[in-house]
């Protein structure tokens, strides 16, 4: 098993995995796992330092989330956040009540010990991020407070004779202006953890683990001409070169000159790309189909049979490359146990048990903007790797109800204005995703002088790190204007456009 440096023990808080983004950000590699995990694993990960996140719940509640309480006697340092801050609180004998408020937005961090090794070089005063409804009443025994705010005299607490430390704030987010440097601060100097992971070393390690694990076999690799499958390939190729065996399914639900786009950047890096044309196949199989999760199974399942069928063709392949990543991976285990599916994701769950290859995800441990980093590192060009993040089931799940060429046509068609209007407006390096929806609702127009029943088209664009959580773009209205304007003028049957303005959550960010 992998070894660790900073274990995240994951308590049910939205913010856990920005924790894993900013200590990665300082070069320190980290991983997130549920809070349930057990001591076995904590243990064979060797880590050298543990977080416990924040969360939702109670300490005092009947169904609070408890970790293994020997985690408390490995000996490690610990970093409370929030609810791990009442967890470390409750273990060691001290009082968590319910506060006379809830307390949620910025506050100013007095710092009461600026020795503290937690707070080395960090200015006092800062602005913190609280969240929380319940605080400490009564510190544990050997527990002092090293930092408080107006409303939380407890804002910081340690144990430092025994490297325990905990926060009442969030110092993963953003509005904590030194937050990044405390939880550096835990891993170099209370760890002992140096900042050496990047995505140089990342690249090189991942080379030599599957050199090691193909040998003279060979990969079969989905490419679907996002970011995500052409890092793989890139990655793949750079390992074992020729036994790669790259296979890219039309499959009739691309953007407008995707397979074009594709092919020439494959020939570009001398990598030998297979196209398989099986568009017509998969329209056949979405023929009638309006229901969002089964039409994502059928493409899946339609996929992988098509990647069965070519690989057929070949001898010696054992292995299928898949570009998963961490996201996908979190948002598919819950620290519930099994989890509530938001929708599936079909890189994940492993493959049908009639299919013989083996699974290869060299992206599994690593966030979107750290695939486009690799990318870069890998030599791959930086109009590629600054695409937008494309779904597997494609244009199918932009398409409210029945997949049918008409739907794709509007869809390519108003999509292809929005891209070129958003890049004019220097915007598209700026939001993290952009696309337009054919909702298939009709409305009554006016065109000329004459009534039109057409349909109606969402533009959606969001803001995000990485795709965890977005909030919608913010575009100036005049920008808005003209992508109005072209797609009801140079798209004929759409007479409506609208703009999404749903964060994720409670939206996600594809609409189905």
């Known amino acids: 098993m992998k070894e660790v440096p900073i274990l995240v023990l994951d308590f049910g808080s939205q913010y856990t995995q920005l924790i894993a983004r900013r200590l990665r950000e300082n070069g320190v590699y980290c991983e997130i796992v549920p809070y349930s995990e057990s001591i076995a694993n904590i243990k064979a990960k060797n880590p050298k330092g543990i977080i416990l996140s924040g969360g939702p719940a109670s300490v005092y509640a009947d169904d609070a989330y408890h970790p293994d309480p020997e985690v408390f006697e490995l000996g490690l340092p610990i970093l409370g956040i929030c609810y791990g801050m009442q967890l470390i609180t409750q273990h060691f004998g001290g009082v968590v009540i319910a506060a006379d408020h809830h307390e949620y937005g910025k506050a100013k961090l007095m710092i009461e010990k600026e020795d503290s090794l937690i707070f080395r070089d960090v200015k006092n005063g800062s602005v913190v991020w609280m969240s929380h409804g319940d605080r400490v009443d009564m510190l544990p025994d050997n527990f002092e407070m090293i930092g408080y705010s107006d409303n939380s005299p407890y804002a910081a607490i340690a144990n430092e004779a025994a490297n325990i430390y905990a926060f009442q704030f969030h110092p993963e987010v953003h509005h904590t202006e030194e937050g990044a440097k405390m939880l550096k601060n835990f891993a170099k100097h209370i760890c002992g953890v140096e900042s050496t992971w990047n995505m140089g070393s990342f690249a090189k390690e991942k080379i030599r683990e599957i050199r090691e694990k193909v040998g003279d076999k060979k990969v079969l690799c989905g490419v679907s001409g996002g970011v995500d499958s052409t890092v793989v390939a890139t990655l793949l190729h750079e390992a074992i070169g020729d036994q790669l065996v ?33 568009s017509e196949e998969f329209l056949e199989k979405l023929k009638g189909v309006t229901d969002p999760e089964e039409k994502r199974k059928i493409i899946g399942e339609t996929f992988i049979r098509v990647f069965d069928r070519e690989a057929s063709k070949h001898e010696g392949i054992e292995f299928l490359a898949q570009g998963t990543l961490y996201t996908d991976v979190i948002e598919s285990v819950s620290v519930k146990g099994p989890s509530k599916t938001i929708k599936s994701h079909h890189n994940v769950g492993g493959l049908p048990d009639w299919m013989t290859f083996e699974l290869i995800e060299p992206l599994r441990e690593i966030f979107k903007d750290e695939v486009r980093e690799l990318g870069l590192e890998l030599g791959l060009p930086k109009e590629m790797i600054g695409r937008h993040p494309f779904p597997g089931p494609g244009l ?34 700026k939001v993290w995703q952009a696309f337009t929806v054919v909702l298939n609702v009709k409305s009554v127009g006016v065109m000329g002088d004459n009534r039109t029943y057409d349909n109606t088209v969402c533009v959606r664009m969001v803001e995000s790190v990485d795709g965890m959580t977005a909030t919608f773009a913010h575009i100036p ?35 189905e």
């Open 246 to 278: 790259p296979i890219f399914v039309d499959h009739g639900l691309l953007r407008a000159g995707e397979r074009e786009q594709v092919e020439n950047m494959f020939k570009l890096h001398d990598i030998d790309l297979i196209t398989v044309d099986a």
């Open 396 to 429: 199918a799940i932009r398409i409210m109800g029945e997949v049918t060429p008409n739907e794709l046509r509007l869809l390519r068609e108003s999509d292809t204005i929005m891209q070129e209007e958003l890049k004019a407006s220097g915007l598209y390096d």
């Open 477 to 511: 209205h005049d920008v808005l204007e003209r992508i109005s304007t072209r797609i009801i003028n140079e798209v004929d049957g759409i007479n409506r456009v609208v703009y999404d303005i749903t964060s994720k959550p409670p939206g996600t960010i594809e609409w």
